[in-house]
RNA sequence: GGGCUGGUAGCUCAGUUGGUCUAGAGCGCCUGCCUUACAAGCAGGAUGUCGGGAGUUCAAAUCUCUCCCAGCCCACCA
């Protein structure tokens, strides 16, 4: 027997369990719908197509909160369309991430007291295949364990064939054209990771540091020129020293020589706009291979660019006596030094910014070394464009700013990489220097105009993993990968995709690169809709990070809440657009937040309980079904409301989903099934059904619970798809092969959204509630019964609380209810009005006349603020003429309402003081 | 330096185009309840000069200006 039918069996026969354990559902279900398949999608499919590109994790990487609250709203949305009636494809994928893996296999090797040069390329690239084996597919597991409903049959890994093929199909087309390009450039360097870096992946903090003013003495004055300067350590590496051509200060040193303190050599006195004379000195030193702006400089005077740092950030042998030693020990060092020989002026404390490797850490080398780029002027203007003109829609939209600003100013992207680990360049090199990128050696050859048999090397480099990710919407559909083919059948039905939903701060890496490459290698957008997910961080609004141990566990989450929970909860607290703070309990890193979910579910849990408890008890033998009609009986007042309530939160649900607001979704659902379902709609069915006149009746209003109940779990199963699962199956008699996740959305019905049933349910509801809030504040005892009298201003309104009369009495405690128009008030009763209607409770012994004379002064005194406010303003000649008549309407109609009360009020009141 | 967010109850946040807003929800807090599903629950209660100031308007939490505070992004002068 397998496991759906021993589970299925078992929710037929058992009864449910007092608490909702998420424990036994989760797992079994994830694992059913994999063997049932019904998350697959087929481009062959007649249903109007819905996608969604999945951010493809890195291999390296661990669940953390914000994964969660990404891919759970990737989830509602394909869970939601596939229910709504599309083909709905969720892509799911893994990244290589080249520098993270690699690094993290090196240092594996490094237990064994080898680097990746003891095992050659080749071997080293088995290695960290076989690491992939065993530990790439652990996020993707633990992405299962939140219930994510991706078309796995479609898994892609960047680094597969298929992906490979188009990376460098791509690249060799574009080199052909001449966007990309090999350079000899000033990079961003990783000492660490030793590679380059792209711009993107440098991010600059504020650091502290010296600023020192040297002295570099001309050639024959005794007089230093003095420079100003936070890396001593480069100054093996001047070339010259630059002033502005209009500084009058140092007009006369122009093409003289100075002398470049330790180094003993001359460089010229040079004039260039760069040099600021308002900072520091005036005077800069040129140090062009170790500063981009001292570069520009260094080309615009044609000097030379002696490189004076190593690979590993130690300085090289123009360092002379300090050659090998780290740059910062090195620049320790050299300030002694430059101390003891007086050639130090001045230092300052000096505040600036810094750019660091984004996953190393370590401070970046600007270091010039040939490297491959992108030239991304052309590519960025058709996908500026698209984004400008509404095709690509972003959500939180603010954000089209930000992309808009970098795409305007976009700069070339280095994507050659010194690692091993990823898509090699397809660039061959022949003995005679000239070079091209080409499918084999052979083709190389062929386009170089060189014999065949010609000896190629190739370009040693890999590309960033970006360039591979900026491809996905292709590759993920399979584009070149079957035989060079252009069209797929995926790429016709699933491209352009709905949605990608992601964290803005990958805008530039990815969000951006896939615009441009999709529209410039398909003509199309490869997504419609951008979602940028809120950033979670914690009490104190600090990124979640391992580090600062403030990063909980979702596995643990899950473990203690339930997946529905976690998942319901992050979509509930989460504000568009804005971050989310969860408090992280410090020691145990719980998130208490997580209860929110975890009430409901069980809330839900338990009103499935209660229905069935009902069924057994009212319909017996009597089938359960699954259906989308409504029952055809004849409505009471509840069954009206609530269905009113059923289909305003149907409407309200999916436009929440449509504009992209999932807290509302979240929200609306929440609010209907808690305050509008069971807190009132349950309570009445029991006193409905005590005081049911008819079996058929009874049968028929418990049937029309379950029937909202059923509706209600489709519409919760976006984000709570394993509880509605398990209790759709409870409380139905569907086949336990089918599956909610296949099940339709609950169709509105606008017709059945009723004003005037809904008005006058919520009388009933006030008449309650206040009957409530006398009790309360008089501290009656919840078992005490007193005698209500409700005294209506007309007939209409007689009649319908009439027809309520047994929910008023219970849900109000009340002995016996009096009902009638212009009722007088029973001796000993405190009152008060709701809609016209005057409430009284006859308080008996209870009586306390301070604290109801109290209760109404207050209640007099609010009124008469509104009163007084209302009155002014239609008073107000101005007001009258300018506001619309409908607001003038309002307003006079709450006066009138307010000043009835009032009058009420003021009677009782004066009543006691008798 | 440029740009983008946000500042509403003790905490986290709603509040759509200005008018049913003398401002709501959840959590927390207080009171009372093991009421025929749920104490992970039920009923009731307290709590705010809507960051400060000015302006527009018949009408401002909502629009404009300005200042203050917090966060993020981009560009950076050694």
Redesign the pocket.
């Known amino acids: 027997m397998s496991s759906e039918e021993e589970r299925s069996e078992d929710s037929q026969a058992r009864e449910l369990a ?4 998420p424990a036994l559902t989760e797992n079994a279900w994830y694992s059913t719908w994999l063997t049932k398949g019904v998350f697959a999608a087929s481009s062959d499919s007649a249903k109007p197509a819905y996608s969604v590109l999945m951010p493809p994790p890195n291999v390296t990487g661990m669940l953390h909160m914000g994964h969660v609250l990404n891919h759970t709203i990737q989830d509602v949305y394909i869970r939601w369309r596939r229910m709504a009636g599309d083909e709905s494809c969720w892509f799911p994928g893994a990244d290589h991430a080249g520098i993270a893996t690699q690094a993290r296999v090196e240092k594996l090797l490094a237990q064994e007291n080898l680097t990746r040069y003891d095992l050659g390329r080749e071997k080293f690239l088995e290695r960290v295949w076989q690491w992939r084996e065993q530990y790439g597919d652990i996020i993707l597991d633990q992405l299962r364990k939140i219930g994510v409903s991706c078309d796995w049959e479609r898994m892609l890994f960047t680094l597969d064939e298929s992906a490979s093929k188009a990376v460098s199909e791509v690249f060799i087309r574009l080199f052909d054209e001449g966007l990309i390009y090999r350079g000899k450039r000033i990079i961003n360097w990783s000492p660490l990771a030793q590679t380059a870096l792209s ?2 992946e440098v ?2 903090r ?1 650091t502290q540091d010296v600023l020192y003013t040297l002295r570099y003495y001309p050639e024959d004055a005794a007089e230093p020129l003095l ?5 001593p350590e480069t100054i093996f590496g001047d070339v010259a020293v630059a002033v502005n051509p209009d500084d009058e200060r140092y007009r006369d040193l122009i093409g003289t020589k100075v002398r470049v303190p330790l180094a003993d050599k001359l460089v010229p006195v040079i004039a260039d706009e ?12 040129i140090t062009p291979a170790h500063d ?2 001292d570069f520009e400089v260094g080309q615009r005077h044609d000097l030379p660019m002696p490189n004076s740092i190593n690979p590993d950030a130690t300085l090289n042998e123009l360092a002379g006596e300090f050659q090998g030693l780290d740059r910062f020990d090195a620049r320790k060092r050299i300030v002694e030094r430059l101390r003891e020989r007086d050639l130090i002026e001045k230092e300052e404390e000096y505040m ?2 810094v750019g660091y490797s984004q996953r190393g850490g370590e401070a970046v080398e600007p270091f010039l070394s040939d490297q491959w780029f992108v030239n991304m002027k052309a590519l960025a203007a058709p996908a500026l464009e698209v984004v400008q003109s509404g095709e690509v829609r972003f959500f939180p939209q ?1 954000w089209t ?2 992309y808009e ?2 795409m305007s ?1 976009i700069r070339d992207w280095c994507i050659s990489r010194q690692l091993w680990w990823g898509h090699r360049i397809p660039v061959y090199y022949a003995p005679d220097g000239s070079f091209t990128a080409a499918r084999s050696a052979e083709e190389a050859c062929a386009k170089l105009g060189l014999p065949e048999d010609t000896p190629l090397r190739q370009d040693p480099d890999v590309l960033d993993t970006w360039f591979s990710s900026a491809l996905w919407p292709l590759t993920t559909m399979r584009w070149l990968a079957d035989g060079q083919k252009e069209q797929t059948a995926d790429l016709a039905k699933f491209l352009p995709t709905n949605l990608l939903v992601t964290g803005p ?1 990958i805008i ?1 890496f990815w969000v951006a690169r896939m615009i441009m490459m999709t529209k410039k290698f398909k003509g199309v957008i490869p997504f419609r809709d951008v979602y940028f997910t809120s950033m979670i961080r914690d ?1 104190r ?1 600090r990124k979640m990070s391992k580090s600062l141990g403030n990063s909980p566990d979702p596995l643990d989450i899950i473990a203690k809440y339930g997946a529905d929970a976690m998942r319901f909860t992050i979509i509930y ?1 989460a ?1 568009i ?5 969860l ?1 992280v309990d410090e020691k145990t890193q719980d998130i208490a937040t997580m ?2 979910g ?2 409901f ?3 839900i849990w ?2 499935a ?2 229905l069935l ?1 009902k069924h057994k008890e009212v319909i017996k033998g009597v089938a359960r079904e699954a259906h989308e009609d409504l029952p055809t009986y004849r409505y009471d007042l509840t069954d009206s409301w609530i269905t009113s309530r059923f289909h305003e939160t149907i409407r309200d649900t999916q436009r929440a989903l449509q504009e992209y607001r999932l807290h ?1 979704y979240a ?1 609306k659902l929440y609010e209907f099934i ?1 305050n509008d379902f ?2 009132w709609y ?2 009445m069915l ?1 006193i409905r059904v ?1 005081h049911s006149p008819t079996e058929t009746y009874r049968q028929e209003m418990v049937n029309h619970a379950f029937l909202i109940f059923e509706g209600i779990l489709r519409l919760l199963h976006p984000v709570m798809p394993f509880i509605t699962e398990e209790l759709w199956h409870a409380i139905t008699d569907v086949d336990s092969s089918d599956s909610i996740v296949r099940a339709p959305v609950p169709t509105l019905d606008e017709a059945r959204i009723l004003p005037q049933e809904t008005a006058q349910f919520r009388t009933v509801q006030s008449i309650v ?1 206040e009957l ?2 006398m009790r ?2 008089m ?1 009656i ?2 078992h005490e019964r007193l005698p209500i009298t409700l005294a209506c201003p007309d007939d209409p309104t007689s009649e319908l609380l009439k027809s309520e009369r047994h929910i008023i009495t ?1 849900l109000a405690r009340g002995s016996n209810l009096h009902i009638g128009r212009g009722l007088a008030k029973p001796a000993g009763a405190i009152a008060t009005v709701v809609n016209g209607v005057d409430v009284f409770l006859t308080l008996k012994g209870f009586i306390d006349l301070d604290k109801e004379k109290q209760r109404l002064a207050k209640e007099i005194g ?8 209302t009155a002014a ?1 239609l008073q ?1 000649e ?2 009258l003429a ?3 008549a409908s ?1 003038v309407e ?1 307003e006079r109609g ?1 006066l009138a309402n307010l000043e009835n009360t009032l009058a009420k009020l003021s009677t009782n009141l004066e009543q006691l003081a008798e």
Not at 274 to 281: E, I, L
Not at 862 to 869: D, Q
Request: aromatic letters at 8%; one cysteine or more; hydrophobic letters at 30%.
């Open positions: 007092k608490t909702y354990d711009d993107e991010e600059s504020e420079v100003a300067t936070v890396r760069y040099a600021d004379p308002t900072f520091g000195t005036g005077a800069v030193k981009p702006n600036h910014s603010h700013k930000t600003h970098w100013n701060d530039f009490a609004g607290v504000p657009g804005q971050d989310i703070r408090k209860e929110i975890r009430n579910a069980n809330k338990n009103a309980r209660f408890m509302e929200g808690w069971c807190d349950v309570e029991k005590a509630e409530r809030a309360g504040q501290n005892p919840p219970e609010r009124l008469k603020g509104m009163i007084k406010g303003k107000n101005k007001f300018n506001a619309p607001v309002h709450k």
